[in-house]
């Protein structure tokens, strides 16, 4: 089954499991979406991710993080979509929620938040936020 929005379904999968109080969830893998669930674990959204390559498809276990029963992450929201691209410059990425939350930008340079990309001074497709 092909998807036109994988990382939509990702974003989607991670919504549902949160709202069940689930503690893991499970997902296609991607070398996309690997680096996206890395910057979620670096920037302390989710507790952990394993690559399961067990079977003929890899698959992405998701270990989700609550604090006091309620789910770190509390907005998890698609920016660019397959059918309207949104790209930024580094000066005019998006503070998400007054700097408390970040933007996943896609860069010339990777898959980073957008607080490293305007470090870097690169701008992208701004691909998700979360907060």
């Given at each position: 089954?092909?998807?036109?929005?994988?990382?939509?379904?990702?974003?989607?999968?991670?919504?549902?499991?949160?709202?069940?109080?689930?503690?893991?969830?499970?997902?296609?893998?991607?070398?996309?979406?690997?680096?996206?669930?890395?910057?979620?674990?670096?920037?302390?959204?989710?507790?952990?991710?394993?690559?399961?390559?067990?079977?003929?498809?890899?698959?992405?276990?998701?270990?989700?993080?609550?604090?006091?029963?309620?789910?770190v992450?509390?907005?998890?929201?698609?920016?660019?979509?397959?059918?309207?691209?949104?790209?930024?410059?580094?000066?005019?990425?998006?503070?998400?929620?007054?700097?408390?939350?970040?933007?996943?930008?896609?860069?010339?340079?990777?898959?980073?938040?957008?607080?490293?990309?305007?470090k870097?001074?690169?701008?992208?497709?701004?691909?998700?936020?979360?907060?």
């Amino acid at each position: 089954m092909s998807l036109s929005d994988p990382i939509g379904d990702m974003i989607a999968r991670v919504k549902n499991a949160q709202a069940r109080n689930h503690k893991k969830v499970e997902l296609p893998s991607s070398k996309f979406k690997t680096k996206i669930a890395d910057i979620l674990k670096n920037e302390g959204f989710i507790k952990d991710f394993k690559i399961n390559e067990e079977d003929k498809k890899p698959t992405l276990l998701l270990e989700l993080k609550y604090h006091s029963g309620s789910p770190v992450i509390s907005a998890f929201e698609r920016v660019s979509k397959p059918g309207r691209r949104i790209f930024s410059s580094a000066d005019s990425l998006p503070k998400i929620n007054n700097g408390l939350g970040i933007a996943i930008v896609s860069t010339p340079k990777g898959v980073m938040t957008d607080i490293d990309a305007r470090k870097q001074r690169v701008g992208g497709e701004i691909i998700c936020k979360v907060f």
